[in-house]
């Protein structure tokens, strides 16, 4: 373990987590991530490894069967698995979004139902948002939710679920227009409808399909999916919290800690980023000695060091914040921001620095070089990312009188 990247002020057990968490991906996801990435393989023995150590259940209350950690130890853990394959972070992360959700938002009922067996990871989350027409413009879905009786009616079409086919509970955002008069903001009147079913591709249940994954450039082996509901009937206790017109609050609540999430995939991957490239640097000779030895390559072994230290530390803060029961949103996005444009420069240093070999999928950096981009865009993008920062900026600096 380097000297980057260190967090100053861990208790016992914390740093106890993270060296369990730090062994199981040095000896159990990276030998196997690029072979299994390559296939476009679901990691199954290293989630069931993962469920072993308790990570489903990390930030799930105690009194739930989980180990009641805080965002910063969830984001440390996550830092370390995006060290060894970013896809397996990614797993964990909407199974974490769902949970935090029900721990904040949902009834008594709903959080004794459905959070026990999340912290064993028996029941496994996905959340949805996206649909095929939009993608950061929440606020214009169409998907739509329609109370009969004691059920709702729910008639769409979502994209990029993460975990769509291996889940067994989806966190969907849907339009409910009922007790919400004609010219009721768009975010007003929406509702997390929480829905139960089979893991697998097809029909899952009745009105409910999960057409297959997505082929995507990168960030392989996690399933990715789009799912369309048909007349898909959801019990009204099935409505996160229990009321229709909150799903925009609570799905933006489960978002700002799915950025500190992200953020911390970017300094995972970064540092392994940054692992290779002085490694290979070191081992490679040109022009009789090491290329580590030419100037050229410390300006980038420096640049590469100095902003994988600066994303981490933004990170931290970033999560730091939220554990104090302050808004975060802002250090969210900036951490978000800086540490998946920081990672795609570290990755693409470290690239350069492979040379030829960087191009050859025998390297591990080739990899890396295709999960990387996905952090430019996941849990909004960089350009939203600057919006959100930009506005808040503007709320705490306005101009008096």
Same mark, same amino acid.
């Given at each position: 373990?380097?000297?980057?990247?260190?967090?100053?002020?861990?208790?016992d057990?914390q740093r106890?987590?993270?060296?369990?968490?730090?062994?199981f991906v040095?000896k159990?996801?990276?030998p196997?991530?690029?072979?299994?990435e390559?296939?476009?393989?679901?990691p199954t023995?290293?989630?069931e490894?993962l469920?072993?150590?308790?990570?489903?259940g990390?930030?799930?209350?105690?009194?739930?069967?989980?180990l009641?950690?805080s965002?910063l130890t969830y984001?440390l853990c996550?830092?370390e698995i995006a060290r060894g394959?970013?896809s397996?972070?990614?797993?964990?992360?909407?199974?974490?979004i769902? *949970?935090?959700?029900?721990k904040?938002?949902?009834?008594q009922e709903q959080?004794e139902?459905?959070?026990p067996?999340?912290?064993t990871g028996?029941?496994?989350g996905a959340?949805?948002?996206?649909?095929p027409?939009? &993608?950061?413009?929440?606020?214009?879905?169409t998907?739509?939710?329609?109370?009969?009786?004691?059920?709702?009616?729910?008639? &769409?079409?979502k994209?990029?679920l993460?975990?769509?086919?291996?889940?067994?509970?989806v966190?969907?955002?849907?339009?409910? %227009?009922e007790?919400?008069?004609?010219g009721?903001? =768009?975010h007003k009147?929406m509702t997390?409808?929480?829905?139960?079913?089979?893991?697998?591709f097809g029909?899952?249940?009745p009105?409910?399909?999960?057409?297959?994954?997505?082929?995507?450039?990168g960030?392989?082996?996690?399933?990715?999916?789009?799912?369309?509901m048909? &007349?898909l009937r959801v019990?009204?206790?099935?409505?996160?919290?229990g009321?229709? &017109?909150?799903?925009f609050?609570?799905?933006? %609540?489960?978002?700002?800690v799915?950025?500190?999430n992200?953020a *911390?995939?970017?300094c995972?991957v970064?540092?392994r980023?940054?692992e290779?490239?002085?490694?290979?640097?070191q081992?490679?000779?040109t022009?009789?000695k =090491?290329?580590a030895q030419?100037q050229?390559?410390?300006?980038?072994l420096a640049e590469?060091?100095?902003?994988?230290e600066a994303a981490h530390?933004?990170?931290?803060n970033?999560?730091r914040?939220?554990?104090?029961?302050?808004?975060?949103?802002?250090?969210?996005?900036m951490?978000?921001y800086?540490?998946s444009?920081?990672c795609?420069?570290?990755?693409?240093?470290?690239?350069?620095?492979?040379?030829g070999y960087?191009?050859?999928?025998?390297?591990?950096?080739?990899?890396?070089y295709?999960?990387?981009?996905?952090?430019l865009?996941g849990?909004?993008?960089?350009?939203i990312?600057?919006?959100?920062?930009?506005?808040?900026l503007l709320?705490?600096?306005?101009i008096?009188?």
């Amino acid at each position: 373990m380097g000297r980057l990247a260190q967090t100053d002020g861990l208790t016992d057990v914390q740093r106890e987590i993270l060296a369990t968490v730090r062994e199981f991906v040095d000896k159990e996801i990276i030998p196997v991530a690029t072979e299994l990435e390559h296939r476009d393989e679901y990691p199954t023995r290293i989630v069931e490894g993962l469920k072993e150590l308790g990570l489903f259940g990390l930030m799930i209350p105690e009194e739930y069967g989980g180990l009641g950690e805080s965002l910063l130890t969830y984001a440390l853990c996550v830092e370390e698995i995006a060290r060894g394959w970013m896809s397996v972070s990614g797993i964990i992360n909407t199974h974490f979004i769902v *949970a935090y959700m029900l721990k904040q938002h949902g009834t008594q009922e709903q959080r004794e139902y459905f959070l026990p067996r999340m912290a064993t990871g028996d029941v496994r989350g996905a959340f949805s948002m996206s649909e095929p027409g939009l &993608g950061s413009d929440v606020s214009a879905i169409t998907s739509k939710g329609v109370r009969d009786g004691d059920d709702y009616v729910l008639n &769409g079409q979502k994209m990029w679920l993460t975990n769509g086919g291996s889940s067994t509970l989806v966190a969907v955002l849907c339009r409910t %227009d009922e007790g919400h008069p004609e010219g009721t903001a =768009p975010h007003k009147s929406m509702t997390t409808f929480l829905i139960e079913k089979e893991p697998g591709f097809g029909q899952v249940k009745p009105g409910l399909t999960i057409p297959g994954k997505i082929d995507k450039m990168g960030y392989k082996g996690v399933d990715t999916t789009e799912l369309i509901m048909d &007349g898909l009937r959801v019990p009204a206790d099935r409505v996160l919290g229990g009321a229709t &017109g909150r799903g925009f609050y609570q799905m933006m %609540d489960g978002v700002e800690v799915g950025r500190v999430n992200v953020a *911390a995939r970017g300094c995972g991957v970064a540092q392994r980023a940054f692992e290779l490239g002085v490694s290979y640097a070191q081992q490679r000779h040109t022009f009789g000695k =090491p290329i580590a030895q030419h100037q050229a390559i410390q300006f980038k072994l420096a640049e590469m060091g100095t902003k994988v230290e600066a994303a981490h530390a933004m990170m931290v803060n970033a999560a730091r914040k939220k554990d104090s029961g302050q808004r975060n949103d802002l250090e969210a996005g900036m951490a978000k921001y800086l540490a998946s444009e920081y990672c795609k420069e570290v990755v693409e240093d470290a690239f350069r620095i492979h040379g030829g070999y960087g191009f050859s999928k025998e390297y591990e950096i080739e990899r890396l070089y295709r999960e990387a981009p996905m952090l430019l865009i996941g849990e909004g993008t960089a350009e939203i990312q600057k919006m959100i920062i930009g506005r808040r900026l503007l709320e705490e600096y306005r101009i008096q009188g």
